[in-house]
């Protein structure tokens, strides 16, 4: 039971990616999705999330605009459509249940705890890498 990352590479700054988030041994439709990445030295982020029950969606500040999270129930599957790619967004990304439903704070920005064990169904991630 977990979910797994897929679809990452290497992409050239401006570029676009989609990454997918899949579900085994368990369907998404009761879950609160979230996106989370890694950088090499530095601690995870939430990065974008999006709810089950009426499909709102939040983004880290850092993101806004350029990436969009969507849902696939029928496939089981989340996205994470990544536009204006930055080499700043170079990490491993990671897809996991957020029983918090994700929490987000006055700008509408989405709250990560930082507290991995508080999220759920972590799988490996996949690795993005923003370079020219």
């Known amino acids: 039971v977990q979910l797994q990352a897929y679809g990452g590479g290497l992409v050239q700054p401006g570029g676009s990616v989609r990454l997918s988030c899949v579900a085994s041994g368990f369907t998404l439709d009761d879950y609160d999705i979230g996106w989370f990445r890694q950088a090499p030295g530095k601690k995870r982020e939430g990065v974008s999330c999006i709810t089950y029950i009426d499909g709102n969606t939040y983004y880290t500040d850092s993101v806004k605009g350029r990436f969009t999270i969507s849902r696939d129930n029928a496939r089981n599957t989340v996205y994470l459509t990544m536009d204006s790619l930055k080499p700043e967004d170079t990490a491993v990304y990671y897809c996991?249940?957020?029983?918090?439903?994700?929490?987000?704070?006055?700008?509408?920005?989405?709250?990560?705890?930082?507290?991995?064990?508080?999220?759920?169904?972590w799988g490996q991630g996949t690795q993005v890498t923003v370079s020219s």
């Open positions: 996991a249940t957020d029983p918090m439903t994700c929490p987000y704070d006055y700008r509408g920005s989405y709250i990560y705890t930082g507290r991995t064990s508080e999220y759920h169904y």
